[in-house]
């Protein structure tokens, strides 16, 4: 099975990311999709595994297959956890929405540190460019505030929200550099320190519910084990101990 393949047939939740999805789209945004897709039980009882995610089908499509995304999440990765709280879903079935339901299990005070280190390597960046350039990237520059603005008010409130709401033309103003960067670097240590801060007395837990998630996961891979049709190409091609198509 290609792929692509697993990606089209077998989604379980997909949705559309970055600035469409946090309300900072211009007329000249990308549209990026992300996905997660459950890989058949039968693909995994061969050596060669299916892959843990796939680059499209098509331009600005990316989708985790459900065990690594888990996998992800619970490790608060910050992309990973934003796609589950994105309010532009295209597409969810029933094992999407108890993925869904599951959001909650995956936040943990791990976010802090997740969050920190992705924002530390996105300013070591922007400070090389104004090294080399003189000036940063802006666009990243918003998408750092942003980033930082989200982690705040998670650590503060438990939830995580990822439109910018009334902050929009503020950040949309950073990407056209009309924002001075001493002040972006001020707003960027104040948003720093708030999550510090938050960090110490946040209501969200000390770890995810690993559990609860696992279980998921476990019972997810078994129902497609049952629902495997004895007479699917994947299945024959396991059963005679061949390959079927190229991965």
């Given at each position: 099975m290609h792929p692509e393949d697993l990606v089209r047939d077998h989604t379980i939740y997909s949705c559309v990311m970055g600035s469409r999805a946090f309300g900072l789209a211009t007329e000249g945004s990308d549209t990026d999709h992300r996905g997660v897709f459950l890989a058949p039980a039968p693909l995994f009882w061969r050596f060669e595994k299916p892959p843990a995610h796939v680059?499209?089908?098509?331009?600005?499509?990316?989708?985790?297959?459900?065990?690594?995304?888990?996998?992800?999440?619970?490790?608060?990765?910050?992309?990973?956890?934003?796609?589950?709280?994105?309010?532009?879903?295209?597409?969810?079935?029933?094992?999407?929405?108890?993925?869904?339901?599951?959001?909650?299990?995956?936040?943990?005070?791990?976010?802090?540190?997740?969050?920190?280190?992705?924002?530390?390597?996105?300013?070591?960046?922007?400070?090389?460019?104004?090294?080399?350039?003189?000036?940063?990237?802006?666009?990243?520059?918003?998408?750092?505030?942003?980033?930082?603005?989200s982690a705040a008010v998670l650590l503060r409130t438990g939830e995580l929200t990822i439109d910018v709401g009334d902050?929009?033309?503020?950040?949309?103003?950073?990407?056209?550099?009309?924002?001075?960067?001493?002040?972006?670097e001020l707003w960027m240590a104040r948003l720093a320190a708030e999550t510090d801060e938050w960090s110490h007395r946040t209501p969200l837990p000390a770890e995810p519910d690993r559990r609860r998630v696992e279980d998921f996961l476990v019972r997810t891979r078994r129902a497609s084990a049952h629902q495997a049709d004895p007479d699917d190409e994947v299945v024959q091609g396991v059963v005679r101990g061949g390959r079927v198509g190229q991965d």
């Open positions: 680059d499209g089908p098509g331009e600005e499509r990316f989708s985790w297959e459900l065990e690594r995304f888990c996998e992800l999440a619970l490790r608060a990765n910050p992309n990973v956890l934003e796609c589950l709280h994105s309010p532009l879903v295209e597409h969810v079935d029933a094992t999407g929405r108890e993925l869904l339901s599951l959001r909650g299990a995956f936040l943990s005070r791990r976010v802090h540190d997740s969050f920190t280190r992705y924002a530390l390597g996105q300013r070591r960046k922007l400070d090389a460019d104004v090294r080399t350039h003189g000036a940063p990237r802006w666009k990243h520059a918003m998408h750092l505030l942003r980033l930082l603005m902050r929009r033309e503020t950040l949309l103003a950073v990407k056209r550099g009309e924002v001075s960067w001493p002040e972006v």
